[in-house]
């Protein structure tokens, strides 16, 4: 009982190339896995560019988190500094009414305007 030829793998890995020509030149199973792996670099020749383009893409993608995650905390502090409601909070621990204010104000705490 003759079995397939492995001496490919061992070639591949360890001999150089010539070897490995002269090799899978001689031996029909080896020229098979040659052959194999000729179509798998291809196939991955042919893959390659779309992993490009997605890693560029990703990194489009990190870009666009970056510069949003400047533009919302720019913009917390924009409201911070600009809506009295938050900065009352922040130094009161409450919300200031308009009857904090000293505006005259009914039982609901609304502006009375007569
Ligand atoms: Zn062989």
């Known amino acids: 009982m003759t079995g397939k030829c492995t001496k490919y793998e061992a070639l591949y890995t360890f001999g150089n190339d010539e070897t490995l020509r002269q090799h ?10 040659q052959e194999i792996m000729d179509k798998v670099s291809n196939l ?7 992993y490009r383009a997605k890693r560029i ?11 949003f995650a400047i533009l919302i905390s ?4 924009g409201i911070v500094n600009f809506n009295t409601d938050i900065s009352d909070i922040i130094k009161y621990g409450t919300t200031l009414s308009a009857e904090d204010y000293g505006f005259p104000v009914d039982s609901y705490g609304l502006l009375m305007v007569e």
């Open 44 to 50: 991955l020749e042919e893959v390659k560019p779309y």
């Open 24 to 33: 899978v030149e001689s031996c029909k199973d080896c020229r098979e896995e």
């Open 57 to 67: 893409r990703t990194a489009k993608l990190k870009m666009a988190c970056a510069v």
């Open 74 to 77: 720019g913009t917390a502090l």
